[in-house]
């Protein structure tokens, strides 16, 4: 509970979230006042969770401002990409999917973002 310890707090929400308690973890990450004004990975934890239990809306406002503070957050664009394909806002997915597929590296979840824009 200690502002100062906020990246045990995170480390703790992703354990949460690795066994499928992505209530605790939201609960967690709110707790967190430390590390939301800079660190992007706080708000991709919390956007993966809200995206496990399909607060779409939640999750994208978490995504987007992982993006806020780095640009080149490739995971939370690629979740960006996610949420819209799954809420049928195609022409946001596939402008999602382009960039992601420009800006990132060559692997795995890249070729699956090429496959699912071949799907729209």
């Given at each position: 509970k200690d502002p100062a310890f906020a990246d045990a707090a995170l480390n703790l929400a992703v354990t949460y979230q690795k066994l499928?308690?992505?209530?605790?973890?939201?609960?967690?990450?709110?707790g967190i006042d430390l590390v939301k004004e800079s660190h992007p990975e706080y708000y991709y934890a919390l956007g993966a969770s809200y995206f496990h239990l399909e607060y779409y809306r939640s999750a994208e406002e978490a995504f987007l401002s992982a993006r806020r503070i780095d640009p080149w957050h490739f995971k939370a664009l690629f979740s960006l990409a996610m949420i819209y394909t799954r809420t049928g806002r195609k022409a946001e997915a596939k402008a999602a999917w382009n960039e992601y597929i420009s800006i990132a590296p060559d692997d795995e979840w890249k070729d699956l973002a090429k496959k699912r824009l071949r799907e729209l």
């Open positions: 499928g308690s992505h209530e605790k973890a939201i609960e967690t990450l709110k």
